[in-house]
């Protein structure tokens, strides 16, 4: 799978709004057929940021970032970014989340 993470940091004055910015380029992505998640965080660090946690079966990225929906992103997002997004990606092999082997809850 294609797991990627994303730091999003937000103007402060378009913060709370992000979810709401965010939910038509979110629900067009969950559709993707390849996709496997794709979920937000606000960070607790800072109230700003929001991380986007998302995977893709191996050969779904490419049809991910050439679709309407991502070039429609490209251009609306950058008005309410303080910054450059941060991005972490790569190729990892899973297929799905497992559970946690450190934690164990009855």
């Known amino acids: 799978m294609i797991l990627i993470n994303v730091k999003f940091p ?9 979810p ?5 380029f979110t629900q067009a992505t969950l559709a993707e057929p390849k996709n496997l998640w794709f979920e937000w965080s606000r960070s607790v660090q ?10 893709f079966e191996d050969d779904g990225a ?14 609306e997002f950058p ?6 997004p941060a991005i972490v990606n790569g190729q990892i092999e ?3 989340w497992d559970r946690m082997a450190e934690i164990s809850v009855d």
């Open 46 to 55: 800072d109230p700003n940021t929001y991380v986007l946690i998302e995977a």
């Open 94 to 96: 899973a297929t799905g």
């Open 62 to 75: 490419e049809a991910h970032v050439n679709s309407e929906h991502f070039a429609k992103m490209q251009r």
């Open 10 to 18: 937000v103007k402060p004055e378009h913060a709370d709004d992000w």
């Open 79 to 84: 008005q309410y970014l303080s910054a450059t």
């Open 20 to 24: 709401q910015l965010a939910r038509e």
